[in-house]
Each structure stands twice: as structure tokens, then as C-alpha cells.
């Protein structure tokens, strides 16, 4: 007696060709991303190479041919521009009140979020969410009763006063930001100083804030830019005396005068003495900003 044979089961094959379509699909997505950081990109760049070019025309140059290049380097533009408008003045004033506010900042920031990341406490969550409650209200809500609060406290018209204001609205930010940022340290560390006698405050600044470099560094550069292009603050606490004006009060007094005279050239080197600063801390920085941000999302 004979039997058939049974057809044996193989197992199926894999279809390679549905990895097609997903890795086209991943192609054009990628391809869209870079164009479009492409387009911004240039729409970042392009508008500030114009203003350093023109800074070092003629007005005439400027009117007669303004996406071309100057006929020579008329370096004058920059002199007239720091001495003559004054320029000088105000980008010292506000690299002193600047250093100040970071300064004050990053430290009760960094302080605060430490607490906030490390320590248990009742309250603790409140005190938190009061703190970053404070980035949801915006600089004019507040500008008639802050007007009236550094007056009555004698610091209207003055540096201190400012530099105060800058670090109070800089403080959410900074404490949000470091705080999800200390969390990411890791907790072996500070135990074992612990146990090898070292203090709060010791292990605070000689442990902890050294391994917090990139998130610190991340923040002050965000700081700074966030003070140095200030300009309803100042414009709302400093008044009169033009001698204690920040480089944003003299360069919209210069747009406005160089405007109407028509000198053009100076405006546009006061423009480019305010960005420079900007410029050469993030070229110096970018590895520092791009490893903190990256940094407070990994655990």
C-alpha cells in the first residue's frame, strides 16, 4: 500500500520590496528638512552679510547700488559710529550691566534648580511650579507696576535696578531648564563625596557645578542674548540721562537721527558693532549650547 507524499511546509520568504516605499518615503522627508533648514538658513545669513557690507560703503554707494560691493573699506563708518553716536559708550554700559544680570542669574538659578532636582521637601513641587509659572507672563504685563516698584525702591534710572530686573525674568528659564538638567547627573557621584565628608555647599560648587558645564554654559549664552537685545526694559527704566542708556536705547536713537540725515553707512556699523559680540560668543560656544541641550534630555 502506497501513500502520497505530503507536500512539505516551507517558510515564507520575505518581501524586500516593501522596504522600498518607507526608505523613499524617509529620502523625501530628508530631503524636505534640508531644504527648508537650507532656506532659513539663508535667510538668516544673507540679511547680515548685507549690513556688514554696507557698513563699509559710502551712503552713495548704499543708495546707488545697494546689493553691490564698496568701491574700498571706508573703515570711517566704524570710527564715527563708535565715537560720534556714541556707540562706544552704550556697548560698555551694557556689557557691565549684562555681566552683572547673567552673572546674578546663573547663580541663583543654578542654586535653586540644584535644590529643586536633588532635595525632598514639602513643598517643593509648589515652590517649583511657582517658578516656572513666571514664563507664561509676559515683560508688558508687568511694565506699569514694575515702573512704580523700582521707583519706590530707589532704583529707577540706575544700573542696579536694571541689572535686578534682567535676572528676575531670567530665573524661570534658568531654573527650568537646570533643573531637568541636574537630574540628568548622576547620583553615585555626589553620594560617594558624600560619604568622603564633603558638605552640601562643597559638594554644590566643586562636584556638581563642574559636571553641569555644558547645561550652564547653554543657559548663560541664552541669557546674555536675551539681555543684550533688551530694549523695552531699559526704554521703560532708564530715562533722561542718555550717559546710562544700553546699546539697544542708542541704536534706535541713531536709526532715528541717522534716518532723517540720511547717513546711512554709520547706521549700519552701529548694526554690526552690536551684532559682533553676539556672533563671537556663539562661533566660541556652539559645541557647549549643542551638547547642553542634547545633554538634559539623556538619562
Excluded at 143 to 168: D, E, I, K, Q, S
Aim: net charge positive.
Amino acid at each position: 500500500m502506497t501513500t502520497l507524499d505530503q507536500p512539505t511546509a516551507t517558510a515564507p520568504t520575505p518581501v524586500t520590496s516593501g522596504d522600498r516605499p518607507v526608505r523613499r518615503e524617509l529620502g523625501v522627508a530628508n530631503a524636505l528638512s534640508h531644504g527648508f533648514l537650507l532656506i532659513w538658513g539663508l535667510l538668516t545669513v544673507l540679511p547680515l552679510l548685507w549690513m556688514f557690507i554696507s557698513s563699509f560703503k559710502t551712503n552713495g554707494e548704499i543708495l546707488a547700488d545697494p546689493w553691490g560691493l564698496p568701491g574700498a573699506l571706508h573703515l570711517d563708518n566704524w570710527a564715527r559710529a563708535w565715537t560720534g553716536a556714541h556707540i562706544g559708550r552704550y556697548f560698555l554700559n551694557s556689557l557691565v550691566v549684562v555681566t552683572g544680570s547673567v552673572s546674578l542669574t546663573m547663580l541663583m538659578g543654578a542654586t535653586a534648580a540644584y535644590v529643586f532636582a536633588r532635595y525632598e521637601f514639602r513643598g517643593r513641587q509648589v515652590v517649583y511650579y511657582l517658578f516656572v509659572g513666571g514664563l507664561m507672563f509676559p515683560v508688558f504685563l508687568a511694565l506699569v507696576p514694575l515702573f512704580f516698584v523700582v521707583r519706590n525702591a530707589g532704583l529707577f534710572n540706575t544700573w542696579l535696578g536694571l541689572t535686578l530686573v534682567y535676572a528676575a525674568y531670567s530665573l524661570p528659564f534658568t531654573v527650568f531648564f537646570l533643573t531637568a538638567f541636574f537630574r540628568t547627573l548622576p547620583t553615585s557621584v555626589a553620594e560617594a563625596a558624600l560619604v568622603d565628608g564633603c558638605g552640601h555647599f562643597r559638594l554644590f560648587f566643586r562636584v556638581m557645578l563642574p559636571m553641569a558645564r555644558p547645561g550652564l554654559i547653554s543657559v548663560a549664552i541664552f541669557n546674555f542674548l536675551s539681555h543684550w537685545n533688551q530694549f523695552l526694559l531699559p526704554q521703560v527704566l532708564l530715562q533722561g540721562d542718555e550717559s546710562k542708556w544700553m546699546l539697544a536705547q542708542g541704536l534706535f536713537a541713531l536709526s532715528v537721527s541717522q534716518g532723517y540725515a540720511g547717513d546711512y553707512a554709520r547706521l549700519f556699523a552701529g548694526l554690526s558693532i552690536a551684532v559682533l559680540p553676539v556672533l563671537a560668543i556663539y562661533v566660541a560656544f556652539q559645541r557647549q549650547v549643542q551638547s547642553g541641550l542634547t545633554a538634559g534630555q539623556l538619562k
